[in-house]
């Protein structure tokens, strides 16, 4: 009995100590497991999550990421050098956010010249990027065929008219921040001529040229407006010429509407006392005493929206516009701050006025007739 009872009590132990050991092994592996499984899982979520919710919002995953897919990438082809004209530079800072924020790959591509330019985007659909992104009407040719030869792959165009089944083309209302304009350059005129130094005579300018006459007849009926064209968006030096040709014709207030030849009108406006304004960004923190105003293009916030609705799967193909009501364009101090100083020769009750005319533009109280539709 007792042999047999010691044979008990030894089995009993053995046991106990059988399943001491897989217990503390089985504690110690999920400790383990779970504090490498809790690692991976915060670097994942800080490597990978941005993407996985870029795919959740498109409708793609479940909400706990199981089955995570690769990022969504975009890229973002630019008919010049990224750092010469703000118009994209602009675009490069809406597609940043907008990457960080919705967790897709994003690579902005700058091109040399229009060959470059049509191998950028034939490389762009090589590499494989889900959505490809670019700009203004010299990207029309090589778009209509890069886009003809890939039927499935998703585009948008900015600022340009573009109609094809595979591509989304973002216009802006430039005629109405143009008439904000018009009607400031009306208010302010001292002389009664004011002028315009366009880059060229195309019909996308047209609507900044209609629509800055139609605000400046709306404010001052008798002021006389002057426009000379430079032939080109990179010539300062001819820029200048023709603001010194209007201001020598008796106009105190010379829009510039000719992207990086604006620089020249500035110019000129520093040296004969002239007031003047920019396009696209805001321009008077280079000058505020002479450069009093800037037409806006918020070409990053189109941006920024592309692609977030690319991310959350909302993409749609055809066309789609911004104006004062979608804040895609506007005019400093009137639709948006700035840090410069408002100046005098403004005053805070013209703008008063201004906000007014906004507010009416966008209820439809004030129609700002679209040159580019009555042709």
């Known amino acids: 009995m007792k042999r047999a009872s010691l044979l008990v009590l030894l089995a009993v132990l053995v046991v106990s100590l059988l399943a001491a050991c897989g217990g503390g092994n089985k504690d110690g592996n999920s400790g383990n497991s779970g504090a490498g499984n809790g690692s991976n899982a915060s670097q994942n979520a800080g490597n990978e999550g941005a993407g996985a919710g870029s795919d959740n919002a498109g409708g793609g995953n479940n909400a706990g990421g199981e089955t995570e897919g690769p990022k969504k990438r975009v890229a973002l082809v630019l008919p010049e050098k990224i750092g010469v004209n703000a118009f994209f530079s602009q675009m490069v ?6 990457a960080a924020e919705f ?17 950028n985007l034939r490389a762009a659909v090589a590499d494989g990027y889900d959505l490809i992104i670019t700009s203004s009407f010299t990207a029309v040719d090589a778009l209509t065929k890069v886009a003809a030869e890939n039927p499935d792959k998703p585009f948008a165009i900015i ?15 430039e005629h109405e921040a143009a008439y904000l304009l018009g009607a400031a350059a009306g208010l302010i005129t001292k002389t009664n001529t004011v002028g315009a130094v366009v880059a060229m005579d195309i019909p996308l300018l047209g609507k900044y040229t209609s629509g800055f006459e139609q605000g400046l007849k709306a404010t001052n009926p008798n002021a006389n407006f002057l426009v000379h064209y430079v032939g080109s968006f990179t010539d300062p030096a001819k820029a200048k010429e023709l603001a010194l040709l209007q201001h020598e014709q008796g106009a105190d207030f010379i829009a510039g509407m000719s992207a990086v030849s604006d620089n020249g009108v500035f110019e000129a406006a520093k040296e004969r006392g002239f007031l003047t304004s920019g396009q696209d960004v805001d321009r008077t923190v280079e000058d505020p005493e002479h450069i009093i105003l800037s037409q806006l293009k918020e070409t990053d916030t189109v941006v920024y929206e592309t692609v977030k609705d690319f991310a ?11 104006g004062l009501k979608e804040n895609g364009v506007g005019l400093t101090f009137v639709t948006a701050e700035s840090p410069s100083p408002l100046s005098d020769a403004i005053g805070q009750e013209n703008i008063e006025k201004l906000k007014k005319i906004r507010d009416d533009i966008v209820s ?7 040159p580019l539709e009555q042709q």
């Open 93 to 98: 800072d809406g597609l940043n956010q907008a």
């Open 159 to 173: 600022d340009t008219a573009f109609d094809a089944p595979n591509v989304r083309a973002i216009e802006f209302r």
């Open 364 to 370: 439809g109280a004030i129609k700002v007739n679209n």
């Open 312 to 322: 959350q799967g909302n993409f749609t193909f055809g066309t789609v516009n911004y």
């Open 103 to 119: 967790g897709v790959e994003a690579k902005a591509i700058e091109s040399t010249d229009p060959a470059a330019f049509e191998q």
